[in-house]
């Protein structure tokens, strides 16, 4: 029950199972070469001492209903959840000690007395999950610190209650939530236990460590976790022990350190008014001493040699581990470096390694174009997704060779794969352009690319390649590609729209008509089984290619020239024109993904509100439950015109859904939940209908249209053509502006197909136990699929393990980045000009005007809760955020300009909206702001 951690003569075997995380972690960090003295003593109340105490937990007949409830999740209300949880924490405190127990903590108090410096120990927890790499638990459990041998076994309890406080349980639950869901056999994503946490009590240890009277103490991050640059180290350092840096009751200084180049990047001094000392009279404890100094408070708690000798040993500390780490040290007041705990740093973000450079070498700059291209998302791609979107790409560029791809994953070409994104090597075109071209022309399609290429983070001189171009990036081979793209084509169908828009729209909406009928016919005629998926994907991205053909080179050749002639004078006129250019931005009738929208609020509302109010937003998996047994005809308690219009509207749009274009992405037809939640999202007081909403956008469109031709009229005898070319864009605007959703949405129509098709083979191979879970199958590519119906011996879950895991990393990102380099850096834009902007208010893009006040919510999905009147704030939308647009006050956006689909929707629906805002970092749900679309600024009301 007692084990040594620090002792090298030990014979104890110390496992994570056996002592926990931290534990294990310092035993670990103690065995390193050249560490050894800077670790001080330290024991493990192994978890065999805490599993009595645990198993009294499970079945003390007074707790039984909440323990397990609280580990599966099932208790929600906060109030409730805090009741249960102090119920535990009050029962640590009197659980009876087993002799064994009693004879541990009796030993480990003679070494406190005897051993220990000053007589004093920390108590620490060490869980059997903290400190992993995947989840830290940092702070989530009590820390006892100064404990004498008398007050050791109160510490210890109060350590051991922690694991049952609130904030845990809570930890628990978010991290879960935020891993992969698994689909039910029903075709709904769940997390399992409806969101629990865990199906069992994890083991917990506890370290005892010799109390170090700390003068200097803080923590350093061998890389750094504000922009994951694996070459910085971060050392935050405050007067005293370190727990006045931990609990933020000082402003501690900062120290960037280059590891490359041995140099201070950045220092800032902190205001540290007060230091935590150890108590060293009887009874320990610490104290809270007041500095009255000022010249001591604005003064370096680290002198260079200090920081320099820190550095060294958190480097090797990193090096022992293979990984970036996260030090606890403390200086004494013999100048003596001690290192109290190394854990992972779990925020990094990640790049594939065949992307990284060594330390020192020159770096890359990577432009991941996901997210503000036709993707639309940062959602990670699963193998299966990546294979499709780029044969997707072939039919976007109109080339019919299912062969060809743009995309292979080797880094050292200008566009590649990665294993869950696709990026550009942007070294390779600094070769020829400048930053400032590049935020120039990134202005229209992302302000918030704009910022980054504008910024000091983006140094031409850095990242531009001094290598040759690859062998592949020939004139030649370009000339080849041009060929292949039909560019003449989309240019005439271009021309042909611009000439006579209305004439256009008719032929190209007869063509639309035969193709969905082609893939109509295709879905019911479902995959020839000797052909298998490949052929059945490619004979479905064929019908469709006519109609892309058309809508690429509208697009292309007519829409964008347009809206973004539009948009320049929007964005530039500040006079009461802007106004007006603003309302021809939006209102284009026609557009299927607001038909979509506007089918999504009538189908709310044919249920009562009382029906939404019996279902919180994670209970609606009971709703769906219910409304297929009334489909089913075991229930008659829901009105037959909502079941007959939910029927139709899964027969019209039952392919739509979050990342419209990834196949692993679940569908309506195939996810009932998730159109519960965008139903949801549409019902109750306050919501506006879409189509209402639609027809005022029209009809001001309409208005300044008219306006605009009679001033040209009547402006004709001195400016003669401008009447004519007013006609001609009005008319664009008027037949063909819509266009610009429906390429997304008709190859959504076809993953839709193919999905359904892809599934059905996932159960054949799930019931032949070839793979193990619902989702597996989107780990494979459509060929490996095909070769495993036909060979029973291919190993499907050799291949789908190694690229689950990646795929599960990417999924735990806390961020999906625009630009990073090669040694894991994450650009960021240079803060503003302060000058500029008074206290309290953030500095974006106005890309939808208007102004609104309203509490934020900060959300990575559209699945999320979100009530009405709330401001929308994401990183990015897509048309499958378009439902919450309807009860929202206004729109934050930190990605995308005024082609982009959020402010494309925000206009459509009236809402204020700005871009370029970092929404994860500097607004929390609950915040009360008030967005200005006109200015492109956010105050901070509270």
């Not at 007949?61 to 209300?77: A, C, F, H, K, V």
């Not at 990984?323 to 001690?338: C, F, G, H, K, R």
Request: charged share 25%; aromatic share 8%.
């Amino acid at each position: 029950m007692l084990i040594s951690l620090t002792n090298p003569s030990s014979s104890t075997a110390v496992t994570t199972a056996s002592v926990g995380g931290k534990a294990a972690s310092l035993a670990k960090l103690s065995r390193v070469n050249g560490l050894q003295n800077h670790v001080p003593k330290s024991y493990a109340l192994s978890t065999s001492f805490f599993q009595p105490w645990v198993d009294a937990i499970l079945t003390n007949s007074s707790s039984s209903n909440d323990y397990p409830r609280l580990l599966n999740g099932d208790i929600t209300e906060t109030k409730e959840l805090e009741e249960a949880c102090q119920k535990l924490k009050s029962q640590c405190m009197t659980l009876p000690l087993t002799t064994s127990q009693q004879t541990a903590l009796k030993e480990l108090s003679n070494i406190i007395s005897t051993q220990f410096a000053h007589s004093l120990a920390a108590v620490r927890s060490s869980a059997i999950e903290e400190d992993g790499t995947d989840m830290s638990y940092a702070g989530m459990f009590e820390t006892e610190l100064g404990v004498s041998s008398r007050n050791l076994e109160v510490a210890v309890r109060r350590c051991f209650a922690s694991k049952f406080d609130v904030r845990v349980f809570l930890y628990m639950r978010a991290s879960h939530d935020d891993g992969e869901t698994e689909e039910d056999g029903d075709g709904d994503q769940k997390n399992q236990n409806h969101g629990g946490t865990s199906d069992k009590a994890g083991g917990f240890a506890v370290v005892v460590m010799e109390m170090v009277d700390a003068i200097t103490a803080g923590v350093a991050f061998s890389a750094n976790p504000l922009n994951s640059d694996r070459d910085e180290c971060v050392v935050d350092s405050s007067y005293g022990l370190g727990i006045s840096v931990v609990d933020g009751s000082v402003t501690a200084d900062r120290y960037v350190y280059d590891k490359v180049t041995k140099k201070m990047v950045q220092q800032i001094v902190g205001n540290k008014t007060e230091e935590k000392r150890l108590c060293l009279v009887e009874g320990g404890g610490v104290q809270t001493i007041t500095i009255e100094d000022v010249a001591r408070q604005s003064a370096h708690s680290l002198s260079k040699e200090q920081l320099e000798e820190l550095v060294k040993l958190v480097e090797a500390v990193e090096h022992a581990y293979g990984i970036p780490i996260d030090v606890e040290w403390a200086y004494t007041e013999s100048n003596q470096l001690m290192l109290l705990q190394a854990r992972p740093i779990t925020t990094l973000f990640c790049l594939d390694d065949n992307m990284m450079t060594a330390a020192g070498e020159r770096r890359i700059l990577y432009y991941d174009f996901n997210i503000a291209s036709e993707a639309t998302t940062t959602t990670p791609f699963t193998h299966m997704d990546m294979t499709l979107y780029c044969r997707m790409a072939n039919v976007f560029m109109g080339i019919n060779d299912e062969d060809f791809s743009m995309f292979k994953k080797e880094p050292n070409l200008p566009m590649f794969n990665a294993e869950t994104r696709q990026y550009v090597n942007l070294s390779f075109f600094f070769k020829f352009m400048s930053t400032e071209y590049c935020a120039k022309e990134a202005m229209v399609l992302d302000p918030y690319l704009s910022s980054l290429f504008a910024s000091n983070d983006c140094d031409r001189k850095r990242y531009r390649s001094k290598k040759k171009w690859p062998k592949e990036c020939t004139a030649r081979n370009f000339l080849w590609l041009m060929r292949k793209i039909p560019i003449k084509k989309m240019y005439k169908t271009g021309k042909r729209f611009k000439k006579n828009p209305e004439k256009a729209k008719e032929e190209y909406l007869k063509v639309v008509e035969n193709d969905m009928a082609k893939l109509k016919a295709l879905q019911q005629r479902g995959v020839k089984r000797d052909e298998g998926l490949k052929q059945f994907s490619i004979e479905l991205l064929n019908c469709c290619m006519p109609s892309i053909l058309e809508e690429i080179g509208a697009i292309y050749f007519s829409i964008l020239g347009t809206f973004n002639s539009l948009d320049k004078k929007r964005r530039n006129d500040k006079s009461e024109l802007s106004a007006e250019y603003d309302a021809l931005c939006g209102g284009y009738a026609g557009d299927e993904l607001m038909k979509i929208n506007m089918d999504i609020y009538h189908l709310a509302n044919k249920l009562d509100a009382n029906i939404w109010e019996q279902y919180d937003h994670d209970e609606l998996y009971q709703l769906a439950d219910r409304i297929q047994q009334n489909i089913d005809g075991t229930l008659r308690d829901l009105p037959n015109e909502f079941l007959t219009e939910w029927s139709s509207f899964l027969d019209k749009h039952g392919y739509d859904g979050e990342d419209q274009l990834f196949i692993s992405s679940p569908r309506y037809q195939d996810s009932p939940v998730l159109l519960l939640t965008r139903l949801r999202q549409n019902s109750g007081i306050g919501i506006k209908d879409p189509a209402d909403i639609h027809r005022e956008q029209v009809l001001k469109r309409r208005q300044v249209m008219n306006q605009q031709l009679e001033t040209a009229l009547a402006q004709r005898f001195t400016r003669p053509f401008r009447p004519s070319r007013i006609r001609q864009r009005n008319a664009v605007l008027e037949h063909t502006m819509w266009i610009r959703n429906a390429p997304k949405l008709h190859i959504a129509k076809v993953i839709g197909v193919l999905r359904e098709a892809v599934l059905h083979v996932e159960k054949e191979l799930i019931d032949a136990n070839r793979l193990a879970h619902r989702g597996d199958i989107f780990h494979l590519d459509l060929e490996e699929v095909d070769k495993a119906l036909i060979d029973d011996t291919f190993d499907l879950m050799q291949l789908v393990r190694p690229r689950m895991m990646a795929h599960q990393r990417a999924v735990k990102a806390t961020e999906c980045p625009l630009l990073i380099d090669s040694r894991c850096r994450i650009l960021r834009p240079d803060p503003p000009n302060r000058d500029d902007v008074e206290e309290g208010t953030l500095l974006g893009t106005a890309v939808s005007p208007g102004t609104a006040m309203g509490r934020v919510r900060v959300m990575r999905s559209p699945d999320e809760r979100f009530e009405s009147g709330e401001i929308l704030a994401a990183t990015v939308t897509s048309p499958a955020w378009t439902p919450l647009f309807s009860g929202a006050s206004a729109v934050v956006l930190q990605i995308g300009g005024a082609l982009q689909h959020g402010a494309l929707c925000a206009r459509e629906y009236g809402l204020p909206a700005v871009s370029n805002i970092d929404v994860h970092n500097v607004l929390k749900t609950g915040m009360l702001v008030e967005v200005n679309g006109n200015t492109g600024t956010i105050k901070i009301i509270e």
